[in-house]
């Protein structure tokens, strides 16, 4: 008896760790006219994470997605930060732009587009995308998010 309680309580752990909501991130405003793959955060009870290959002029670098599980009021928080890209160049977020928000309806979901500045992290005349050191839009991001309920 004791044995099958305890093979009880191990299967059930981990559906008790179940994320409460998902996140599908997706490029979106690209020259082409169609959106780029999605790409689904992995999630766990407090947050969801994802990395997200953006095109760049040129270029293909890694922004990575952090957003917050919601709160009872429904509201939430999504972190930016870019990453590498494939030429070597490393691209950065202003801080004002890399840490947002969002809010779920009446049905727990949200679908918000962010529209993210760009900056050379260092100062070079060899990047293709940015060489004049100024703020540029250059990545449009939606996330889509749906929550089973709010914590």
Same mark, same amino acid.
């Given at each position: 008896?004791?044995?099958?309680?305890?093979?009880?309580?191990?299967?059930?752990?981990?559906?008790?760790?179940?994320?409460?909501?998902?996140?599908?991130?997706?490029?979106?405003?690209?020259?082409?006219?169609?959106?780029?793959?999605?790409?689904?955060?992995?999630?766990?009870?407090?947050?969801?994470?994802?990395?997200?290959?953006?095109?760049?002029?040129?270029?293909?670098?890694?922004? /990575?997605?952090?957003?917050?599980?919601?709160?009872?009021?429904?509201?939430?928080?999504?972190?930016?930060?870019?990453?590498?890209?494939?030429?070597?160049? /490393?691209?950065?977020?202003?801080?004002?732009?890399?840490?947002?928000?969002?809010?779920?309806?009446?049905?727990?979901?949200?679908?918000?587009?962010?529209?993210?500045?760009?900056?050379?992290?260092?100062?070079?005349?060899?990047?293709?995308?940015?060489?004049?050191?100024?703020?540029?839009?250059?990545?449009?991001?939606?996330?889509?998010?749906?929550?089973?309920?709010?914590?």
């Amino acid at each position: 008896m004791l044995i099958r309680s305890v093979l009880a309580a191990l299967l059930l752990v981990p559906f008790s760790a179940r994320a409460q909501f998902s996140v599908i991130v997706t490029q979106v405003g690209l020259a082409s006219g169609r959106d780029a793959p999605s790409h689904a955060g992995l999630c766990a009870r407090d947050a969801c994470r994802a990395v997200l290959p953006v095109r760049l002029p040129g270029d293909i670098c890694a922004l /990575n997605v952090r957003v917050g599980a919601p709160t009872a009021e429904g509201w939430g928080s999504v972190l930016f930060a870019a990453g590498p890209c494939r030429s070597g160049h /490393n691209l950065t977020i202003p801080t004002n732009a890399a840490e947002t928000g969002y809010t779920l309806n009446h049905l727990f979901a949200a679908s918000e587009t962010f529209a993210l500045p760009l900056q050379a992290a260092t100062a070079s005349d060899t990047n293709p995308l940015i060489d004049d050191g100024v703020l540029h839009e250059a990545v449009m991001v939606r996330l889509d998010i749906v929550a089973d309920r709010r914590r």
